[in-house]
């Protein structure tokens, strides 16, 4: 696994080439088998190929336009309500002050690291995006007000092969029984 994780990139240039449904759904797989709080699983894909939809979520994204040569977006989403009983007239946002909110981003978040190595490991590249507010995202595919949507994925054949990325040295960030 470890030279999935030294090759992976965030790659924004993809090629024409469709997502064969093998390769999305053992991605798919990996997601689904993350590490979670208690076992909650609180995360929610949504797969987005069809084109108006893409481009209302590129532009959502801070009009992230590259995004749109992806042939496959995977719109990640965190549930509450494993956490929470009653979520009826929850509003997430940015600003929501619930702690199982961090729980359930910080699960969901293991599920898209999970599909972005799953991606290099099958030979599909792809890129974490989240410049976009809920309010701006979730109408687009009527994702209802007490989920949050942790990132969209687009997924692809990359058309681009960028170099590593400076890295801080393991003895700059490791410590040894207290700080």
């Not at 687009?140 to 058309?159: E, T």
Request: hydrophobic share 40%; charged share 30%; aromatic share 8%.
């Amino acid at each position: 696994m470890i030279k999935e994780i030294e090759n992976r990139r965030s790659i924004r240039k993809y090629l024409e080439k469709e997502v064969e449904q093998e390769k999305l759904t053992q991605i798919l797989e990996s997601a689904r088998l993350a590490p979670s709080g208690s076992n909650t699983q609180p995360w929610h894909f949504i797969i987005v190929r069809e084109k108006g939809l893409k481009e209302e979520l590129a532009a959502a994204d801070h009009n992230q336009r590259w995004m749109l040569k992806a042939p496959v977006f995977i719109v990640c989403v965190a549930d509450i309500a494993c956490r929470l009983e009653d979520t009826k007239n929850l509003y997430l946002d940015e600003n929501s002050p619930e702690p199982e909110l961090k729980q359930i981003i910080r699960d969901t978040a293991a599920a898209i690291e999970h599909i972005l190595l799953e991606a290099e490991h099958t030979g599909l590249s792809a890129c974490w995006t989240a410049w976009f507010k809920q309010a701006d995202i979730r109408p687009i595919l009527n994702i209802p007000n007490d989920k949050y949507v942790c990132g969209i994925i687009p997924l692809g054949y990359g058309d681009e092969a960028p170099g590593g990325r400076p890295r801080r040295k393991l003895e700059d960030m490791v410590r040894y029984e207290s700080w």
